[in-house]
């Protein structure tokens, strides 16, 4: 029972930061329709920067200086890349958005070379003991983070005049565009927050708590577990993207220790496979009607 | 030009081809099998991206399941399971397996499109590394490996084995192969040019375009798409074939990023997005950039000293096959195919 417990306390925490990445992924689709395959690659980024500069201005510097890098990054490649080219269908863009995780990518992991740094410093390896549970500090703080962001984001959808507006454009981009509403603004934003995001994400990730690995390709491998998270839930979803991402998080840790820590990766993606068979659009996520 | 001298081209492109093994050296005949394997890969992934609108990240799942099929099929080693077959006919056993395995997809396929597709073709990425680690006895484990057989044509080897020479050159087994992969690039073009001119090509093409328009006009959507994953899953179980023979070795990856990983996925896509969606041609360009810039620069890095420290010549090909992706999209969404499409134009 402990185990279980412990299972269970371990899953929610790792499911927790699949949560914000996933979220980072569903309001990009949500906004735009594009899906954004350099998820990983700025999540990389994030994580290279508070590396390379937490030594001289502190752990907790670095770690901001990290975070608003990738949220800047998102918002250069969306305002510099995307943007130009406003005529190109979400199938398109999708594509070019493989091209600049490529790029991106192979950039940061030729910098880490052969090291494999961890970065949170804060709270990496200071398990807490509780009767015969470990709690381990990086998923208790994911945890805490996460649910202060997804909830103040939910209020901000809700209430904000960014959430209608953005809620707005979902619904419908050229009746939002009548009303008023700036699109480019919109866009603007849920890719710097997709990129805020991505940048918190990285700090529990490249820890030994999370994943026993430090930042390097792995990180991008894990990171690409936001994918199954999001379409699990439901690529439009938000709501689906918390609860794809805690399930991704649980499935993880359940399938490392009951069958294998190889098996585990696939055994999200084969969750995936399941839950898209049963239901195309996600749990959550909104049934497409064609019209011809 | 006009439309009877059409072939012409064409035909200075075999005999170049074709006479190519008797005057370069066996490390550039190499690099050109590479591009080669990688040209009849991108055929299969263009047909399925390009001419169905299938986005898939899974190529490098079905290049392992035609790898590990032809090793299987034709070896036959102490404590490995190997059927001892014919190498051809393993080679076409291959084939249907890996298209089999595409079709064995299809209920995935079927019911999900577009993006939501291309990330649930990601899985078979992640099942193909778990499986090609764990069923040591058919793929040789990571560690070790396996050999495949060598492959043979009606008792012809093409190996080192036997004198054969043509104009005063050896034909030894990278001429040999070299033969090989340009007939099995040919037989590939051949067969997808055709399928994309044919009514199959209308029918993918049909639900690319709008499902539900083609369900309307008689296409079955479910068959349809089913069989262009098959289509393209044999063309990687071929490319994968021809892998393991340049290689000489079969071994499972051991991360996802190794030679049947996401980043071979992404490098067929990024031939096919280079090249110009659903373009054949435009594929197997797009393979000779993207398999073959590595290649040259590594030939070339080793006479020049080009590359210090951790530039590769495999970063700066990642580089240059990224920015090409992200060109194409802004500039030129219909990539070197409408660019050739047009310099033809202004000329007639």
Known sequence: ?292 | MSRRLSWLPWLVIVLVALALPLYLDAQWLKAGQYMMIGAVGAIGLTLLSGQAGQLSLAHGFFLLVGATSYTVLSGDEEGLVGLGLDPLLSLVGAVAISALAGMAFAPVAGRVRGIYLGVASLSLVFLGLYLGQEAETLTGGTSTGRAPATFELFGFPFSNEGELVIAGVPIRGTERLWYLFLALLALSYWLARGAVRSRVGRSWRAVRDNEAAAAAMGVDVRRTKASVFAVSSGYAGLAGVMIVLWFDILKPDESEYGTYGINTSIAFLAMVIIGGLGSVTGAVIGALVVFGLPQVLTLYSTNLGWFTGSVTPVLVSSFVYGAAIVLVVLFEPGGLAAIGRRIRELRS
């Open chain 1, 1 to 292: 029972m402990t185990t279980f417990l412990q299972l269970m306390l371990n899953g929610l925490g790792k499911g927790a930061v699949f949560a914000l990445l996933a979220l980072g992924f569903v309001v990009i689709f949500k906004a735009t329709e594009v899906v954004n395959f350099a998820h990983g690659s700025i999540v990389l980024f994030g994580g290279y920067i508070v590396l390379v500069t937490k030594d001289t201005i502190g752990w907790a510097g670095g770690a901001f200086l990290g975070i608003l890098t990738a949220g800047v990054l998102a918002l250069a490649v969306e305002r510099l890349l995307l943007a130009r080219s406003r005529h190109a269908d979400p199938f398109s863009l999708a594509l070019l958005t493989i091209g600049i995780d490529v790029i991106i990518t192979e950039e940061i992991v030729r910098r880490l070379g052969v090291t494999v740094p961890f970065i949170g410093d804060a709270w990496d390896a200071k398990p807490i003991q509780l009767g015969g549970v470990t709690l381990f500090r990086t998923h208790l703080v994911a945890l805490l983070v996460a649910t202060v962001l997804i909830t103040a984001f939910f209020f901000a959808l809700r209430y904000t005049n960014w959430g209608i507006a953005m809620r707005a454009q979902a619904e419908n981009r050229e009746a939002a565009a009548l009303v008023g509403i700036r699109s480019s603004r919109v866009t603007a934003t849920v890719w710097l927050m997709a990129g805020l995001l991505a940048g918190i994400a990285v700090l529990f990730i490249a820890t030994q708590d999370f994943s026993g690995a430090g930042l390097s390709r792995g990180t991008h491998s894990i990171a690409l577990a936001a994918f199954p998270a999001a379409i699990i839930g439901g690529l439009d979803s938000t709501v689906g993207a918390i609860v794809g991402g805690i399930t991704v998080g649980l499935v993880d840790a359940l399938s490392t220790h009951y069958i294998s820590f190889a098996f585990a990766k696939s055994a999200i993606f084969l969750v995936m496979l399941v839950v898209l068979i049963a239901r195309p659009a996600g749990l959550f996520g909104t049934r497409e009607t064609t019209r011809v």
